[in-house]
């Protein structure tokens, strides 16, 4: 075969050329060993294996100015020929006529497959295609693993995340989405917020439900603040995203775990607005929030809405009811409300009789939480620890010390494991009634039962040995915690020196006190009003005083028990005037006086005999807004019985019923104390059987008294009568008694 004519040889080589390319295009990749393969298949494809053409429909200049416009046309589209380096194209062409030119040509075959696409165009948007198909399978890949991630393994998905972006790969709205989820069930807020954050520096919308995930995460992680600030991003200009019921949801259930009650109601308040319909589970957060702020009404008047709003609550909805009453001391309203569940065949479960047996033992009903616990077990429902430990702690609070040790036995014999909140729960109801003994025992028995004590299980023991008066035994404790791994903390030192108090060892007590900063402790305000009361009790004024003055050196206010503690030191320590100082100073401190604080300085007043005195701040306490209780009185009649002002002292006698207090032994005995000073001896007789009449029992001072002003007038029957009625009523005379009655005798005698 010859060689083509000349028009026919420029026609030939271009096909050539334009075969050529196409080998490269799909031998890309693979180097240049499959090149004369695919030259071949590609020549094949044009028609120009084996032969030349034989003519040609066109003249040389005319296919030169067609090849020319074709190319000049795909360097304009694309730029240069370089950018299909790589790229992969299909070889299997259509061999149809090469008469029309290469422009004509090219599509008809399939290498222009757009109108004006020249060969490189169509290489370049195949190639896009199957690179468009590779990372869609990759996006794919990538999506499966973020879903078997999205249960917490945050980790896992964001390594997917990164190795997909170091791969050249699009990350997309979802991808994101599925790795923040997967941050928020591994509570990783952190990462989610800083996900959400980097989004649109990859190009990458956030939506909705990316917000949603992002403000669960920051709620399960108990950063409300957070969650409240993404709430504020997602509506704001420059996101526009309208929140959902599932946005507030979160949103509201992170102010719950945060304890921001307000908040959460001021959310429900604002979807409302938003014409955002609550649902159950917005109810069900918003009553756990009041439920955390103690916020027992608005949890009430919650729980009456969602029924209102066609929202039947469920065993969750009151047990959150039922807690935010236990929080609030309504142990009515909680037993109220368990009943209702009941009644409504709604399941009281375990958590539901816990909360109303915390709820009784907040209100002090003891009793009541013992028949819940009974009752529980009777509607199938098996009391665990935690109701135990709450049946104990009301047990606690009602003073009932041995059906709280009762029920920690109880535990064992039903196969529950007390824990250390179970012991020392317990030796809180014993330290309570200053049952130290009992309360020793069980810190010692913790131990064997696998339970370490800790500073609170010391501290209650303290306690105890302080309010059972064994100051050296809570000394001793205090000084062996360190060495059994539970250092003291302030309530230790506390406690102690309320003991050292309690049991008139002052220097002991401020000795601790001044411990306290070597053990790397600073004294509060409690621990001074300890130490002050301590010096108090041992009439150490001057003691007092100088702690009183070191407070505010310490950065310390004195609070109102601070200035009680004083004035009753000052009255201990017969500095009567110092005590009224103090009590009239008070409110130029910013304290405001007490009945405590009256009552002090009454009582200061009556052992500096300053009887006046003493009814003038009586009768200025509801001035003060104070109302007078029966120690104010008691203590205002003791102070006219010391300067023999009976009268005075049968008139407040008679004051008190005026004002709803009934007189008690105490009123009756300083009254017929003041009527022997005041040589009343007749008077003093007929009050002691009137008191009789109205309720009050005499006891042996009473009758000492009556004896003592019947003595120091002579009248020596009308004492031993009083002191033969006094053995009738069961009680025993003293030496003291016996030695007035002797008096007696002397003055008459005489």
């Not at 299909?84 to 029309?100: F, K």
């Not at 980097?198 to 108990?222: F, H, L, Q, R």
């Amino acid at each position: 075969m010859g060689l083509p004519a000349r028009g026919s040889m420029f026609a030939w080589l271009e096909r050539i050329a334009i075969a050529v390319t196409l080998a490269c295009c799909t031998c890309a990749g693979d180097g240049f060993t499959g090149l004369s393969s695919a030259i071949d298949k590609s020549s094949c494809a044009f028609g120009l294996q084996g032969a030349m053409p034989t003519h040609s429909t066109c003249s040389d200049s005319e296919l030169m100015a067609k090849n020319s416009r074709t190319y000049r046309h795909s360097r304009r589209e694309r730029g240069s020929t370089r950018h299909l380096s790589g790229t992969r194209m299909p070889c299997e062409l259509d061999a149809g006529a090469v008469d029309a030119g290469v422009s004509g040509e090219a599509t008809r075959l399939g290498v222009l497959s757009r109108k004006g696409e020249g060969p490189l165009e169509s290489s370049t948007r195949s190639r896009g295609a199957a690179r468009r198909g590779g990372k869609s399978k990759s996006l794919v890949k990538l999506k499966s693993t973020l879903l078997e991630a999205k249960d917490g393994d945050w980790r896992t998905a964001l390594a997917a995340l990164d190795e997909f972006k170091i791969s050249g790969g699009n990350l997309d709205t979802t991808s994101y989405n599925i790795a923040i989820a997967a941050c928020s069930n591994g509570k990783q807020w952190a990462t989610a917020v800083r996900l959400l954050r980097e989004m649109p520096t990859e190009g990458v919308t956030p939506d909705v439900v990316t917000y949603n995930s992002a403000i669960a995460a920051c709620s399960k992680g108990g950063r409300w603040k957070e969650a409240m600030d993404l709430l504020k991003q997602m509506v704001a200009p420059t996101e526009g995203i309208t929140p959902d019921v599932v946005t507030y949801n979160s949103a509201i259930a992170a102010c719950s775990n945060g304890g921001r009650w307000k908040e959460a109601m001021d959310l429900l308040e604002q979807m409302v607005a938003q014409g955002v319909r609550p649902n159950l589970i917005t109810y069900n957060s918003a009553i756990g929030a009041c439920a955390k702020g103690r916020r027992w009404e608005e949890a009430m008047d919650l729980l009456e809405e969602a029924i209102e709003k066609g929202f039947p609550p469920t065993t969750r909805t009151y047990n959150s009811v039922i807690d935010a009453c236990a929080k609030g001391g309504r142990w009515l309203e909680a037993m109220d409300l368990l009943g209702q569940m009941l009644i409504n065949d709604i399941p009281a479960d375990v958590i539901s009789y816990s909360s109303a047996i915390a709820a009784c033992g907040r209100g002090r009903r003891w009793k009541e939480a013992m028949n819940l616990l009974e009752q529980m077990r009777r509607q199938g429902v098996s009391p665990n620890v935690i109701s135990y430990n709450s049946a104990i702690d009301a047990c606690a609070k009602g003073d009932r010390w041995k059906e709280a040790l009762d029920l920690l036995r109880e535990m064992k014999t039903v196969g529950l494991v007390p824990t250390v909140i179970s012991y020392n729960t317990a030796t809180a109801a014993c330290a309570v009634n200053g049952r130290w003994v009992e309360a020793l025992d069980l810190l010692k028995e913790m131990p064997a039962h696998g339970i370490a004590p800790n500073t609170i299980s010391y501290n209650s023991a303290l306690d105890a040995c302080a309010k059972g008066g064994q100051w050296e035994k809570a000394v001793k404790l205090l000084r062996g915690m360190s060495t059994v791994g539970s250092d003291p903390d302030i309530i230790s030192f506390n406690s102690a020196i309320d003991a050292c108090g309690r049991g008139q060892q002052w220097e002991t007590a401020l000795e601790l006190l001044r411990e306290m900063p070597t053990a790397g402790l600073t004294p509060n305000v409690i621990t001074y009003n300890s130490a002050i009361e301590a010096c108090g009790r041992s009439a150490r004024w001057q003691e007092a005083m100088g702690l009183f003055r070191e407070m505010p050196t310490r950065g310390l206010s004195p609070n109102v028990v601070t200035y009680n503690s004083m004035i009753d030191a000052c009255g201990k320590g017969e500095q009567w005037e110092l005590a009224v100082q103090l009590l009239t100073g008070m409110p130029a401190r910013g304290v405001a006086p007490d009945v405590i604080s009256y009552n002090s300085a009454i009582d200061a007043c009556g052992k500096g005999e300053q009887w006046e005195l003493a009814l003038h701040l009586l009768e200025g306490m509801p001035t003060r807004g104070l109302k007078p209780d029966i120690i104010s009185y008691n203590s205002a009649v003791t102070a006219c019985a010391k300067s023999g002002r009976w009268r005075e002292a049968l008139g407040l006698l008679k004051d008190m019923a005026t004002v709803g207090l009934t007189p008690n032994t105490v009123s009756y005995g300083a009254a017929i104390h003041a009527c022997g000073k005041g040589e009343q001896w007749d008077v003093a007789v007929r009050i002691l059987k009137e008191m009789q009449t109205h309720g009050a029992t005499p006891n042996l001072i009473t009758y000492t008294a009556a004896i003592d002003a019947c003595a120091k007038q002579g009248r020596w029957k009308e004492a031993v009568d009083l002191l033969m009625d006094l053995r009738r009523q069961g009680l025993t005379p003293d030496v003291q008694t016996y030695l007035i009655v002797i008096s007696a005798f002397q003055r008459c005698s005489n």
